[in-house]
């Protein structure tokens, strides 16, 4: 006999297993998955009925239990996911992969991958994806007694956009915004109009109007890191973004960082990986936002060119005041954003968010 409390009694639950002395086997059902009872023997004469002591066991997870991963490699119609399986449950795990839709809480009703069978880690190709559109997903594992699912993560497709200039830029989904992948580079405003290319250091530091440069005056890092501007070409009102696009406010840029879990973890979350683009040790580097942030380095007020590679710093639409404006910078030796304020004659890079 058993039950939930400590002491069962024949009136719980049990057994009947014969009559007379001796050692005898009981096969207890009906139990339910994952849960703590407590058994003991009985034996039942004309005076009475008498127990044995109390045993506790708990019941194993019926369903198996996982993690779903960090979701990674996210183009315009793939992404890469997978899980871990940390218990099988009763029985052994027949499928596993992941599911998704374009709905919060999918399940294998809706787009899956099947992944083989068995406990432990396992990668899945998502494919088949819409370009710039969000997305949710989740591992799942199934056994004899139904179909368990990891936690559930957000992530968005790359788009495609095009500035004035013929450039081409992705874009990626992260939460509610839509950003670009890639620093800006283009030479000319929406309307076609030229930003001055001003290489002189003196030249640069008298400007109160905009102005872009190569870092190092160097076209060649343009094609990696973006091009350097200062405020005021950053927010000239014939506009730098392309179509449907604008710089962020300071308030967008700490919807981001929010939504990525604050500022001293925001960074990591942001920023490409590995150490092609960014010095070692990248700390903290995941981009599981998709964002891709790269060091472009900047320029200062006076003209000189520094940190290419081992800080990035974008630029915000909102000033501090006359002189300064907000600004977000990233660093390769930590995994912290810092919002800041520099002067607006500075050359920072600049991405742009959908309207």
């Known amino acids: 006999m058993l039950e939930h409390w400590t002491n069962p009694t024949i009136t719980d639950s049990k057994t009947t297993d014969g009559t007379g002395t001796g050692s005898f086997t009981s096969a207890i059902t009906g139990l339910n998955a994952n849960t703590i009872y407590y058994v003991r023997a009985y034996a039942t004469n004309t005076a009475g009925t008498g127990y044995g002591s109390a045993m506790q066991f708990t019941t194993l997870q019926g369903i198996p239990v996982l993690t779903t991963s960090t979701v990674s490699n996210i183009l315009q119609t793939t992404a890469s996911c997978g899980g871990n399986i940390t218990s099988q449950g009763i029985s052994t795990v027949s499928a596993r992969g992941v599911c998704w ?27 088949g994806l819409t370009a710039n559109t969000a997305y949710y997903v989740r591992a799942y594992a199934t056994n004899s007694a139904g179909t368990g699912y990891g936690n559930e993560i957000a992530f968005g497709t790359e788009g495609t956009v095009t500035d004035i200039d013929g450039n081409i830029y992705h874009s990626v989904t992260i939460g509610t915004q839509v950003w670009l992948v890639e620093n800006l580079k283009t030479t000319k405003y929406r309307n076609g109009s030229a930003i001055p290319n001003v290489t002189d250091n003196t030249a640069w530091s008298i400007l109160t109007t905009g102005a872009y440069s190569d870092y190092n005056n160097t076209p060649s890092n343009s094609d990696t890191y973006g091009r350097l501007y200062n405020w005021y070409a950053a927010t000239n009102v014939q506009n730098i973004c392309p179509l449907g696009w604008h710089i962020p406010t300071d308030a967008e840029w700490t919807t981001l960082t929010t939504y990525l879990g604050g500022e ?92």
Not at 101 to 120: C, L, M, R, V, Y
Not at 335 to 345: D, G, I, L, P
Request: aromatic share 14%; proline share 3%.
């Open 101 to 127: 839709s374009t709905g919060q809480t999918p399940t294998i009703a809706d787009s899956k991958t099947n992944d083989g069978t068995g406990i432990g880690s396992f990668t899945s190709a998502i494919t």
């Open 264 to 355: 001293p973890v925001a960074g990591g979350k942001l920023k490409e990986t590995g150490t092609t683009h960014w010095l070692s040790p990248n700390t903290g580097a995941t981009n599981e936002s998709g964002f891709t942030a790269l060091p472009g380095g900047n320029r200062s007020n006076s003209g000189v060119f520094s940190g290419i590679g081992g800080n990035g710093f974008w630029w915000s639409s909102t000033n501090f005041n006359t002189v300064f404006a907000w600004n977000l910078y990233m660093s390769y030796y930590n995994s912290t954003v810092v919002r800041s304020n520099y002067n607006m004659a500075y050359g920072f890079s600049v991405r742009c968010i959908k309207d």
